[in-house]
């Protein structure tokens, strides 16, 4: 797959022992028409117009975290099967950009994001005062998923009305997972997109890709850095 762009590959290549320019990578994937693969712009899933009652924009673009479980970010998805939509509500931690929780539905309800958090939750076991951010889709301004998040001890925000900047990191994975693997695969049934999903997320994304905003580790090995500087 062509995913990473020359600043990656460059990386990539240091940490396998190979010494290299990125300039030199760069004319190399050029002379072999080797690009990366491009993100596609965001679009809107989740339906603002209620009347239930929504947080304020608390992390208001802060995308960096000092430590692990301190900021979440949520959002949903969509993916097409022959079958129809199959939906993909996403929990990411901000320190290591791991996705932390994670569920798939053929409905896009607020049982959806619940149990996405409550994944989350239970994976990670943060402490009180977790700063959990989402847009204002009914189904994170719904009772029931304040409930959940009051009961964990969260502070919820939400992004402005209308701006998905204001939740661009939770995006840009989402546009990522599209790009570098949704769009490769033509699924015919929704079990077939659940466990292809499945393996982007826990066995690539999180465990194998570099992030260049966590010094291109990977999440689960920058998590992991922090936790034996801690010990």
């Known amino acids: 797959m062509q995913i990473y762009g020359s600043p990656k590959v460059t990386q990539q290549l240091k940490k396998n022992g190979i010494s290299i320019s990125e300039r030199t990578v760069t004319r190399i994937m050029k002379a072999n028409g080797i690009r990366s693969k491009t993100v ?3 679009k809107a899933t989740t339906n603002s117009k209620h ?5 304020e924009n608390v ?5 960096t975290a000092s430590k692990p479980n301190e900021k979440w970010v949520t959002d949903i998805t969509y993916v097409s099967t022959n079958e129809g939509w199959l939906y993909l509500a996403s929990v990411m931690d901000l320190f290591s950009r791991k996705i932390v929780g994670w569920h798939m539905s053929e409905r896009m309800t607020k049982e959806l994001v619940l149990q ?6 239970g ?20 009772l029931d998923y304040q409930k959940q998040l009051q009961l964990y001890g969260m502070v919820g925000s ?4 209308g701006n998905c900047y204001d939740n661009a990191c939770i995006e840009s994975f989402h546009s990522v997972l599209k790009k570098e693997w949704i769009y ?7 079990e077939e997109a659940k466990k292809s999903i499945f393996e982007y997320i826990e066995v690539f ?24 500087l801690a010990v």
Request: hydrophobic share 20%; glycine share 4%.
């Open 40 to 42: 596609k712009k965001y």
């Open 158 to 161: 939400m992004s402005r009305k």
């Open 123 to 142: 994976r990670q076991h943060p402490g009180q005062r977790l700063l959990h951010h989402s847009d204002r889709g009914s189904q994170y301004a719904s």
């Open 51 to 55: 009347s239930l009652p929504v947080q």
């Open 205 to 228: 994304y999180n465990n194998q890709r570099i992030h260049s905003s966590i010094g291109y580790n990977t999440p689960s090995d920058y998590e992991h850095m922090f936790q034996d």
């Open 184 to 190: 490769l695969h033509k699924y015919e049934t929704r």
């Open 116 to 121: 996405a958090l409550k994944q989350a939750y």
């Open 59 to 63: 992390l208001n673009r802060e995308f």
